[in-house]
RNA sequence: CGGGGCGUGGCUCAGCCUGGUAGAGCGCUCGGUUCGGGACCGAGAGGUCGGAGGUUCGAAUCCUCUCGCCCCGACCA
């Protein structure tokens, strides 16, 4: 391309809407323009970007057996209703109604659609596995769509969906699945790691969420230093130090502890105890539900865990007049000894969901008749513990978890520290990192298959459920998290498997006929041998040229210059900013072997 | 949805508090001088001040409503 007639609007200033890196570069290259929020349009450019982003999925997918589909964005909503993701899904999805008043969605993901067309057409154990994939856009109404391309209403993902007659067959499928994400972030460029990760509402067994190590990401990651754990916040464990308790007395015994609101206070109290051997107890409203939720003192309840323990969608710490109506005490003298015989005729009460704190009237009675009890399984077998009384101002001690609270449900509630022992290798300590989601692997197993009713016959004539594993990489994503690990304080650096031109040839001065000249005959030299260059013909003077070429971050910048009489030309290394004369005889071949390098 | 901020030429912003002829820099057009890291001089084009209503002799400015965008939180396959 010739860049005098390329679109390529470059900003020189950062736009005053964005904030992170890969937003401001976006637009500052001439990448993207905005529409609405959460809602972008492609330049030229990025979609050069984007297509190549895109081939490389496909070849990836293709190398394991990935059939591309295209399927449709536009969903009656039936196939949500069978699945139940209708009424699951909230406000998230685009919602319409056609001409006819029939329900209607904007697809949000294809695991229904794909699952339809497997339902219909699977019949035998001798058609699978399958393996199905299409990249395609997907719509998502999120609550706040920020960053540019970091969280979008409207992108493109490559989707991809196996199909196997049982767990072994979707164990191997998943795998392949795996080694391609691999191979495709690295062929993007991208430092990733593969960590464990809540599998949210999507449902299903196991999932690995591939991130991107980057300050602008949302999520935090726990890795071991030592070995290769890993694992979103809202997963992670650590291993603790075994602990030995004093044999306590037969009973807890009450004391008063006047004063005494927090864990803290009472390591100072006369009498109290350490953060370890405290039982922090918290109340929760676990989808509607009471809930007593049990960790060590030093411990921080992860919300997600609890979740995900209990299976509840939603959670919240329990208001004050709350937790006094269910325990009779203040927050700070709560515990959970005696709990469950708590009882009230009325049921305990719950706020109603639009209920303020300072609105005491709007409090509803709930039905629940007694406490649920979840703890951490750091307590498991611990004694001689102190604990709130239910009594404003008075503790107890001596109090033995297995013969003193009755515990409906031992989980892993507990978050972890920066700092703390791998939970996998002996010797590793866990870092925390903030890094952004690029893709994320799920196996499903049977949840849409059984919902839906997709089953084969097996080799016994019996129909099974077929068993299914969903894949699914945001291409944006790729495009933010390459920027974000690759810019400096001049603009992008893309990595050159997915650079918009492997080279821009910059003609210094263009009024200088042999400079026009060579740049041009350069130029098609270079497209001869197969190289995406691009032809800085501009009638502009050669900083701006220099300027805009470090900002686009085309990987490598040929510049036409005086030299030119020797028969010189300087080839500039973006990445690097170095630059070496090279012989103009020799300049295709070198940059065609810089280019192709590693490929 | 809660909290905060912002909508003025293509971009970045000033003006608003204290109402009185709409500004700057960059970009754009034309002419000239320049020509290897975002040149300089001169002359121009370009704005319903997000929208609607109100107050006023007079509104970018004050008031009300509304739309949109950004950030934090909540939320999120």
Redesign the pocket.
């Known amino acids: 391309m010739r860049w005098s007639q390329y679109f390529i609007p ?8 964005a ?1 992170v890196v890969s937003h401001k570069l976006l637009l500052r290259a001439g990448l993207i323009r ?1 529409l ?3 809602i972008y349009s492609y330049m030229p450019m990025a979609q050069r970007i984007a297509l190549r982003i895109m081939q490389i999925l496909r070849e990836e997918m293709n190398r394991i057996g990935g059939q591309e589909f295209y399927l449709p964005a536009l969903h009656p909503a039936e196939v949500w209703k069978e699945s139940g993701r209708w009424e699951a ?1 909230g406000a ?1 999805m685009f919602r319409l109604k056609d001409r006819k008043d029939a329900d209607m969605c904007l697809g ?2 294809h695991e229904e659609i794909f699952t339809t067309i497997a339902r219909n057409e699977l019949r035998s154990y001798k058609q699978l596995p399958q393996v199905w994939y299409q990249i395609q856009v ?1 719509f ?1 109404d ?6 540019g391309f970091m969280r979008l209403r409207t992108f493109i993902m490559k989707d991809a969906y196996t199909f196997d007659v049982d767990k072994a067959g979707l164990d191997k499928s998943f795998a392949d699945q795996r080694e391609a994400y691999k191979r495709i972030f690295s062929r993007c460029g991208i430092e990733y790691s593969i960590v464990e990760a809540s599998s ?3 449902g299903g067994s196991e999932s690995n969420e591939f991130v991107a190590k980057t300050d602008a990401g ?1 999520d935090l990651i726990a890795s071991c230093a030592n070995c290769d754990y890993a694992a979103n916040l809202e997963k992670a464990t650590s291993r603790l130090a075994p602990v030995k308790d004093l044999v306590g007395p037969e009973a807890p015994e009450e004391f008063p502890t006047p004063g005494v609101r927090t864990i803290e206070d009472l390591t100072t109290f006369p009498g109290g105890a350490k953060e370890r051997d405290q039982i922090k107890t918290l109340a929760y409203v676990v989808d509607g539900q009471p809930a007593l939720i049990l960790l060590r003192g030093d411990h921080q309840l992860q919300e997600i865990k609890l979740l995900d323990a209990s299976g509840a ?1 939603k959670s919240r710490p329990a208001y004050r007049a709350e937790i006094q109506q269910w325990l009779g005490a203040s927050p700070g003298s709560l515990g959970a000894v005696g709990a469950n015989d708590r009882q009230h005729p009325d049921g305990f009460l719950i706020a109603a969901a639009d209920f303020a704190p300072n609105q005491v009237q709007l409090f509803l009675s709930g039905g629940a008749k007694r406490l649920r009890i979840i703890a951490d399984d750091a307590l498991k077998g611990r004694q001689n513990m102190t604990t709130g009384a239910n009594k404003d101002d008075h503790h107890l001690r001596g109090v033995n978890i297995a013969r003193d609270i009755e515990v409906n449900q031992w989980a892993d509630l507990r978050g972890v520290d920066s700092g703390d022992s791998c939970p996998r290798c002996d010797e590793g300590t866990l870092e925390i990192f903030k890094a952004m989601e690029i893709g ?1 692997i799920f196996k499903l197993g049977t949840k849409y298959s059984e919902s839906m009713g997709a089953t084969v016959l097996t080799v016994d004539g019996k129909p099974v459920p077929i068993v299914m594993g969903s894949y699914g990489i945001g291409v944006e994503r790729i495009i933010t998290a390459a920027i974000e690990q690759n810019h400096d304080a ?1 603009g992008i650096i893309w990595p050159k498997t997915i650079a918009p031109f492997d080279v821009v040839v910059t003609v ?2 263009m ?1 200088d006929e042999k400079l026009r000249e060579t740049g041009e005959k350069l130029y098609k030299d270079l497209m001869r041998a197969g190289l995406d260059a691009l032809l800085d013909d501009r009638n502009e ?4 040229k ?3 070429a ?2 686009i971050g085309i990987p490598y910048r040929v ?1 036409i ?3 030119v009489a020797d028969g010189l030309v ?1 080839l ?1 290394t973006r990445a690097t900013k170095t ?1 070496e004369d090279v012989k103009l005889t020799e300049i295709v071949s070198q940059v065609q072997k810089l280019a192709l390098a590693g490929l």
């Open positions: 470059t900003l020189r200033e950062d736009p005053a809407d904030e905005q609405g929020s959460g899904i998230e949000m993901t997907k998502r999120e609550l706040r769509p920020k960053s949210g509402s999507m949302e969608t994320h001049d210094t001065n009024k003077r050669a900083g701006v220099f300027k805009d470090d900002l510049t210059g005086k030299k300087e500039f630059s």
